[in-house]
Antibody, heavy 124, light 113 residues
Framework: QVQLVESGGGVVQPGGSLRLSCAAS????????MHWVRQAPGKGLEWVTF????????FYADSVKGRFTISRDSSRNTVYLQMNSLRAEDTAMYYC?????????????????WGQGTLVTVSS | DIVMTQSPDSLAVSLGERATINCKSS????????????LAWYQQKPGQPPKLLIY???TRESGVPDRFSGSGSGTDFTLTISSLQAEDVAVYYC?????????FGGGTKVDIK
């Protein structure tokens, strides 16, 4: 069965950095794009970033562009989110999610599986 | 960015009754090349990650009860729960995935009356 397990969250000061990981299993990792989606406490869902199945294409929300970097390692079946210059408004639960549709073009489709999330708190 | 507007913000429905949630996009999410609506619905229960219910506006995900159905095209979409069960209490989100950035609606909270 598909499993996505996030890790790396924690408390960090404004301006600091954090790297999140998402370990995937139960599917052919190298065939599917992956998303990161976040949810601030008590708020709705916000798409953050997407990476194509081969890592060659990435897209970012304007709110994180230039500060966050998504990457993947198919040898480890893991996707990463490097977060730099963190702000209070980045405080949220961060979910990784598998794209539900394989398309070689790299279009970011809907998500059919989600991890349980890892909590990032940016506070002094 | 495409704005997804859900209504109502919350609703309370009696067990066994119908619940209807609306989602409106600021631009059409119907892709003319394949005639598909790039619209998904998710269910999120407290303390849990979202769960995919519907994609392509009306295709039910495997394992999702058939009381959940999606309809609509272009800019106007509906999620219907035909006979509300206690386990359906949750927040429901629509999402468009045609345009980047992908965007979600604000969510609709469904409770039991």
């Amino acid at each position: 069965q598909v499993q996505l397990v996030e890790s790396g969250g924690g408390v960090v000061q404004p301006g600091g950095s954090l790297r999140l990981s998402c370990a995937a299993s139960g599917f052919t990792f190298s065939s599917y794009g992956m998303h990161w989606v976040r949810q601030a406490p008590g708020k709705g869902l916000e798409w953050v970033t997407f990476i194509r199945y081969d890592g060659a294409i990435q897209f970012y929300a304007d709110s994180v562009k230039g500060r966050f970097t998504i990457s993947r390692d198919s040898s480890r079946n893991t996707v990463y989110l490097q977060m730099n210059s963190l702000r209070a408004e980045d405080t949220a639960m961060y979910y990784c999610a598998k794209v539900g549709y394989h398309d070689p073009s790299g279009h970011p489709y809907y998500s059919d599986y989600w991890g349980q999330g890892t909590l990032v708190t940016v506070s002094s | 960015d495409i704005v997804m507007t859900q209504s109502p913000d919350s609703l309370a429905v009696s067990l066994g009754e119908r619940a209807t949630i609306n989602c409106k996009s600021s631009q059409s999410v119907l892709y003319s090349s394949n005639n598909k609506n790039y619209l998904a619905w998710y269910q999120q229960k407290p303390g849990q990650p979202p769960k995919l219910l519907i994609y392509w506006a009306s295709t039910r995900e495997s394992g999702v009860p058939d009381r959940f159905s999606g309809s609509g095209s272009g800019t106007d979409f509906t999620l219907t729960i035909s006979s509300l069960q206690a386990e359906d209490v949750a927040v429901y989100y629509c999402q468009q995935y045609l345009f980047i950035p992908l965007t979600f609606g604000g969510g609709t909270k469904v409770d039991i009356k």
